[in-house]
């Protein structure tokens, strides 16, 4: 499948922008920004992007592409600082601004038109910027093409396909970015549209089938979309008797977490499905510990053993492959740029289990999301049959609700804090709110206040909704319900859930507060 390399210098953006290229149809792979040219440089490469970076391209630690991509003669883009990178390379001079410019600027072509880069894009577009050097001279042969006020906008070879642009195409905010990126894709790469679900579920299930070969293949499902995915995928693709699915039930799940994941599992063909009860494991080990991070090691370990000891049980050929729900974005390691991926386990209990371990080292490990993004992931899940309670479902952390009761973890307060849970999401459905929110849960907190109930004084249990909009997690905002759904909603909580006596909304965004509370 033609592609477009895009070399990651740790900018923010590099992952968009290989995002970008692939919402118009063209795959885009996201590599460290010094790899080499015999490690991804393959006949299917039609174009190369140089990405931004946190860095001054003089600095002393900045990020380099290696001269043989550079010299490879494959028509590239530079963003930013892959501009000022090819700008330097080329013997022109990059000068740092008095301060960092961040925001809109307006870009004027020099002749009226920007040439086949710009093609179908207007003059005077409003362009998005975030730099702090900017070119001062360009290299012999190289011409600016548009101009800001302040800045050249863009600028090319004469003769050569190679770009370079000052300001960020991938972001939302630059007027007709996906168009600039189209056209170098397409028009100036020569890249043909072959990325597509069903083009990428065929490739995925070929290399499944060649490396897992006869032998079986272990999957630990989380209960989310990511391993049952892979799941879906590896049991269209190898006789379901070889797969083998191993589900751990801390008892920290959602309401009916383990009868749906059973059941979709079980209707994707599922004839080898481990569901383990541990959940006395893990209420035992949790006895008494209130302190986040040890709660979160505590789990970690229990699973850890849980998994070894079932496994050993379950007698699973020892030659058994492991495939995992590893994404696209879990590889990387944020400032640093892909290819940096070596420890990367993709667990939802980030297990640091020997037994996987060994595995990874001996190559042993199939990660057939890897190349993908999240909502490409559901795409293909749907495809492959994945209820869409599963595929459209909230996140979950890994530690589950452990993490949601502050203070100590108790069966009780478990069961409360999930049949609120429960409740507050069944309500959010119930009112159309649920795919309108990135994630909402309850928060058990390790207070109790005063109520009143009919004559009764009582003393109950304080809970907190937490609801936010967010594109990946990383900062999220609150969402603004109606005040009527969280007064009803509030009210069905503590009508109905004994123990409860007060909810409390949580309006705080991230940053400064984080997702979870723990
Ligand atoms: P925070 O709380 O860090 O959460 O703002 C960001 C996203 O990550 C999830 N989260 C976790 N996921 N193991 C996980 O697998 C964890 O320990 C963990 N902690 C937070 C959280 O639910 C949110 O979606």
Redesign the pocket.
Known sequence: MDKILVLDFGGQTAQLIGRRIRECGVYAEVVAGDSRAADVLDLDVKGVVLSGSPYSVYEKDAPHASADILDSGLPMLGICYGFHHIVAAGGGVVEPRESREFGRASVRFLNGAGGPLFAGVPDGFVSWMSHGDSVAELPDGCSTIAVSDTFIAAAAYEGRPVFGLQFHPEVSHCEHGRTILENFATKICGARREWDVDRYLSEASDEVARRVGSRDVLVLISGGVDSTVVAALLLATVAPERVHLMYIDTGLMRKNETEEVAESLTGLGARNLHLVDAAEEFFSALEGVCDPEKK?EIIGDTFMTVLETRIAELSIPSDAILAQGTLYTDMIESGKGVGKRAAVIKS???VRSPLIEAKRLAGEVVEPLRNLYKDEVRALGRRLGVPESIIGR??????GLA?RILGDVTRRRCEVLREADALFISELKRRELYHKI??A?CVLLPVRSVGVTGDARNYGDVLALRAIT?RD??T?DVYPFEMNDLLEISSLITNSIRGVGRVVYDVSS?PP?????E
């Open positions: 979160r939802h209990h980030n909230h996140p979950f952390p890994g530690p993490v990135w994630q849960f967010s997690g990383m999220a991230k507060a984080t997702i979870e509370w």
